[in-house]
T-cell receptor, first 108, second 113 residues
Framework: GQSLEQPSEVTAVEGAIVQINCTYQ??????LSWYQQHDGGAPTFLSY????GLEETGRFSSFLSRSDSYGYLLLQELQMKDSASYFC?????????FGKGTRLSVIA | DADVTQTPRNRITKTGKRIMLECSQT?????MYWYRQDPGLGLRLIYY???????NKGEISDGYSVSRQAQAKFSLSLESAIPNQTALYFC????????????FGPGTRLTVL
């Protein structure tokens, strides 16, 4: 089967750093993706980790530990426009499943 | 032009009506998906297709059917719409390779009265 766990909501202050955790179970796992979705919009791809470690893309970084079935998305220098929902999505032998996501609210 | 298009973008219908939501993609991918999004419930997979002759149920397929008319087209039908099918519907496509990036359409907001 497949399972995903992320916090449902996170609130952080503009300019701060926030980490969104994800634990997963999926058969035939080969990588973990992160997506961002603003209210009323479609999800958009942020990052992908196939190997253990940290991948950095600008203000966003994503981490994966395959042995722990765990990953996180790190957002630095938070901006108001980062307020959105964030979904982790493990890739494996099953189709991509997104779960409930984490709603991030950035406050001034 | 957008990689994934959905029609209609908004639809209001009545209970019992048959509704078809259409999706087209220009990515050249074999894999296509239909998701439903409800507040607080995230994205849930309805149906998916890995090629033109392949149709698979997702986690919430009851009350829905699909048709894969071509590599680029994947439509979702509600044979007899009911109010709890009111939701935002997304079509998506990916290659199934590498980062397996999922490309989403803009969504169809469906209201069943």
């Amino acid at each position: 089967g497949q399972s995903l766990e992320q916090p449902s909501e996170v609130t952080a202050v503009e300019g701060a750093i926030v980490q969104i955790n994800c634990t997963y179970q999926t058969s035939g796992f080969y990588g973990l993706s992160w997506y961002q979705q603003h209210d009323g919009g479609a999800p958009t791809f942020l990052s992908y980790n196939a190997l253990d470690g940290l991948e950095e893309t600008g203000r966003f970084s994503s981490f994966l530990s395959r042995s722990d079935s765990y990953g996180y998305l790190l957002l630095q220098e938070l901006q108001m426009k980062d307020s959105a929902s964030y979904f982790c999505a493990p890739s494996g032998n099953t189709p991509l499943v997104f779960g409930k996501g984490t709603r991030l609210s950035v406050i001034a | 032009d957008a990689d994934v298009t959905q029609t209609p973008r908004n639809r209001i219908t009545k209970t019992g009506k048959r509704i078809m939501l259409e999706c087209s993609q220009t990515k050249g991918h074999d894999r296509m998906y239909w998701y439903r999004q409800d507040p607080g419930l995230g994205l849930r997979l309805i149906y998916y297709s890995f090629d033109v002759k392949d149709i698979n149920k997702g986690e919430i397929s009851d009350g829905y059917s699909v048709s894969r008319q071509a590599q680029a087209k994947f439509s979702l039908s509600l044979e007899s719409a009911i109010p709890n099918q009111t939701a935002l519907y997304f079509c998506a496509t990916n290659s199934g390779q590498g980062a397996n990036e999922q490309f989403f359409g803009p969504g169809t907001r469906l209201t069943v009265l």
